[in-house]
């Protein structure tokens, strides 16, 4: 693993696409800044200094859906540590109270059909003056926690290393314990836009895949994507 470290980048996750080939197993890089950061469904991602904005990349022998949800669960475990009231938002969200903390982009990178890597990206609000996103956001300093942002980084690539490694051999079953312990919708009614759709129902629990089960009027549905409502 190497830590590749840029003042300012357009994107974490648009660098690692585009240099793919040069990048290993769990290299990670990482920007002060991002001048076009993205989030999903084309989103921008306000990348002001004081943030933490990285990707790691991945080659795996097997492509697996809840990489992602392994990365929340390791931001949110991470940033508990450090007395943030945090949870997720199925998939990979982590909040807190009701805000945004943590959003994550993963992104898969195909040649001709074959996969040369996926990339987790990650943008943490830590100390921005000003921090924008799909939803209402929060800092760790507007939440009265002061931490530094290579520490965090370093604390976050620990877990996520660990989760990462559970995943690889026991499929989302072998972290979902961890998972559901921060994920507090289970037995509410929560709406999920999958951008085909609404899906509005009581979510009943997770699979072995990650893919969020939800009672709806019509039947039980797995949801393996969509934004969910807060
Ligand atoms: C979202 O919630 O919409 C996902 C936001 C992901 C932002 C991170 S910041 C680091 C990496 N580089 C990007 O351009 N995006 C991700």
């Known amino acids: 693993m190497g830590i590749i470290e840029f003042d300012a980048l357009a994107s974490t996750n648009t660098y690692a696409k585009e240099n793919i080939d040069k990048l290993g197993h769990f290299d990670i890089v990482l920007a002060a800044v991002q001048t076009a950061g993205r989030g999903r469904r084309g989103r921008t991602w306000l990348s002001r200094e004081g943030g933490l904005y990285f990707s790691v990349v991945l080659k795996p022998h097997k492509a697996q859906p809840a990489f992602t949800h392994a990365m929340a669960l390791s931001v949110c475990d991470t940033l508990k540590a450090y007395g ?10 982590v909040l807190a109270r009701g805000k945004k ?6 992104e898969a990178v195909f040649e001709n059909n074959f996969l040369k890597g996926i990339i987790i990206g990650a943008g943490i609000n830590v ?3 000003e921090v924008k996103t799909d ?11 002061a931490a530094d942002g290579k520490k965090l980084l370093n604390d976050i690539l620990l877990l996520f290393g660990q989760n990462y490694n559970r995943l690889s051999e026991g499929g989302f ?31 009943l629990d997770l699979d072995g895949e990650g893919r969020i089960l939800v009672k709806t009027a019509g039947g039980v549905e797995a949801v393996s994507l969509g934004d969910m409502g807060f």
């Open 173 to 203: 079953s072998a972290i979902k314990a961890a998972y559901k312990a921060n994920f507090p919708y289970l037995g509410k009614e929560i709406s999920i836009d999958t951008g085909r759709g609404l899906i509005t129902g009581s979510a």
């Open 84 to 93: 943030a009231p945090v949870y997720i938002k199925w998939p990979n969200d």
């Open 127 to 129: 100390a921005q003056n």
């Open 101 to 106: 903390l943590c959003g994550i982009l993963s």
């Open 135 to 145: 939803k209402p956001a929060v800092t760790l300093k507007k939440l009265g926690i």
